[in-house]
């Protein structure tokens, strides 16, 4: 079945280093969403991609699809204490658009 | 985006007993809905898509007598834990939204501890 990894599965930064996450899929995706869980709370929806390169920047935070559609990456420049959290990438798989996966996540840290 | 209340927010029960999660779509009428589960420390797993006036659709592995899913309304769909063991204890999600793709909505979880 498709499987969505995410690395690294850990990073512990120094506020104001920056922080990049990557995500691979087995399969080519339809899109990929990148939602964003704080310790102790629920997933919330970061940004969607859908186009084959497409890169979006959110503040200091800039998304990218592969050309391939089967990975992405999540760039946080000069990284902050509320960036703290585990970043999720979640894809849909060509071939099962209504089901949503999860990659496996990356925790960040910051130390202040 | 969509608002999604879910209920209760943390449960502890003893081995054996019965468990119900209500999850409620509060402006948004979802004929789908989808449940997540996530162990400490993990991602979220889909268990199952619970489905408006019919049967829910359960992943390969999830246990459809166990996790016994109803979706009567549009506004609310139940996953009751049956039967409950300490594997069982995690952090169970629902979902609304994911058609054409949309982003999914999720209620604030449930934690479950089961003693």
């Known amino acids: 079945g498709q499987q969505v990894m995410q690395i690294p599965q850990y990073q512990h930064v120094q506020e104001g280093e920056d922080f990049t996450t990557y995500c691979n899929s087995s399969?080519?995706?339809?899109?990929i969403q990148w939602y964003k869980q704080r310790p102790g709370g629920h997933p919330v929806f970061l940004i969607q991609?859908?186009?084959?390169?497409e890169v979006k920047k959110q503040k200091r935070l800039t998304f990218q699809f592969g050309e391939a559609k089967k990975n992405s990456s999540l760039h946080i420049t000069a990284t902050q204490t509320t960036d703290v959290g585990t970043y999720f990438c979640?894809?849909?798989?060509?071939?099962?658009?209504?089901?949503?996966?999860f990659g496996s996540g990356t925790r960040l840290l910051v130390r202040p | 985006g969509a608002v999604v209340s879910q209920h209760p927010s943390r449960v502890i029960c003893k081995s054996g007993t019965s468990v119900k999660i209500e999850c409620r779509s509060l402006?948004?009428?979802?004929?789908?809905m989808f449940w997540y589960r996530q162990f400490p420390k993990q991602s979220l797993m889909l268990m199952a898509t619970?489905?408006?006036?019919?049967?829910?659709?359960?992943e390969q592995g999830v246990e459809k007598d166990k996790f016994l899913i109803n979706h009567a309304s549009l506004t609310l769909s139940t996953l009751t834990v049956t039967s409950a063991h300490p594997e069982d204890s995690s952090f169970y999600i629902c979902?609304?939204?994911?058609?054409?793709?949309?982003?999914?909505?999720f209620g604030n979880g449930t934690r479950l501890t089961v003693t």
């Open positions: 979902s609304v939204g994911g058609s054409n793709n949309s982003p999914l909505h």
């Open positions: 399969t080519t995706l339809s899109n």
């Open positions: 991609l859908v186009k084959s390169g």
């Open positions: 979640a894809g849909r798989d060509m071939d099962s658009s209504y089901k949503l996966i």
């Open positions: 402006d948004f009428q979802a004929t789908t």
């Open positions: 619970s489905n408006e006036g019919s049967k829910a659709t359960y």
